[in-house]
């Protein structure tokens, strides 16, 4: 009988530091993500500097039941010669090396510039041409990321067109598509890199429900951009998880 305990004793510790074990290495388990960009993906207009990327940490870690860890290298401003520029830092290298997911949301200030800010009337000409140099950036920043990071999914969003307010707004539109089709080419060059549309996010709605001002979204704006990325987030989980 002692030694029937005893057996039992035993049986309950061994089965203890087991779970034990496991929870803790569960515990220990995150989610790296990384994020370039510019004022979008920085979170400017929202209040607490939340932006689109909280909202997609906080929805992963619902879903998930995992911790994310959020590195958001995105500058205020910040065009693709800029990003570029970043990633010649070999600190922000190593942050993507080791990251399980990349988001990258740039080609804003690409556009306003090549349109020198001015909208209406459109200089299609200089637009196009900055086109041009976006495309050539946005493909050199994909390969540099691959070259850090082989393996991680990349979800590259496209424009949404703030610009209603003009009356050649079918023009922008029409113009701001063709941007995103350019980004939709460069993306699908690349393995597991995922073009994310948000210019349907924004359109026929009132631009004071989901803006904070003339081209940065409100935590309502940056909520729908948000619920839009974990929707290819996830469904790039799912594929990955019943692949193992």
Same mark, same amino acid.
């Given at each position: 009988m002692k030694n029937y305990i005893l057996f039992f004793c035993i049986i309950l510790v061994v089965f203890g530091m087991y779970t034990g074990i496991r929870s803790s290495s569960a515990s220990t388990k995150v989610i790296n993500l990384v994020a370039l960009g510019d004022s979008i993906t920085h979170g400017v207009g929202d209040p607490a500097k939340k932006g689109y990327i909280e909202g997609l940490k906080v929805l992963l870690e619902d879903v998930q039941n995992t911790p994310? =860890?959020?590195? $958001?290298?995105? @500058?205020?401003?910040y065009s693709?010669?800029?990003?570029?520029?970043?990633?010649? &830092? =070999?600190?922000? $290298?190593?942050? @993507?090396t080791n990251?399980?997911?990349?988001?990258?949301?740039?080609?804003?200030? &690409?556009?306003?510039k090549s349109a020198n800010h001015q909208f209406n009337p459109l200089d299609v000409k200089k637009v196009n041409e900055g086109k041009i140099n976006f495309t050539t950036n946005l493909n050199k920043i994909l390969e540099i990321v691959r070259k850090d990071n082989s393996v991680a999914p990349i979800f590259v969003l496209g424009l949404y067109q703030p610009y209603i307010e003009y009356s050649n707004r079918q023009e922008i539109l029409s113009t701001i598509e063709d941007w995103n089709n350019e980004i939709v080419q460069v993306a699908g060059h690349f393995d597991r890199t995922y073009f994310v549309s948000t210019l349907d996010l924004f359109q026929d709605k009132p631009k004071s429900t989901y803006f904070s001002d003339s081209l940065h979204p409100n935590p309502a704006g940056y909520k729908l951009i948000a619920n839009r990325l974990s929707e290819k987030v996830l469904k790039e989980m799912s594929i990955k998880s019943s692949s193992n």
């Open positions: 994310v =860890k959020v590195s $958001n290298f995105a @500058i205020p401003r693709t010669d800029k990003v570029l520029e970043q990633l010649q &830092d =070999k600190k922000i $290298n190593a942050q @993507i990251a399980n997911y990349i988001i990258l949301y740039i080609g804003t200030n &690409d556009f306003r």
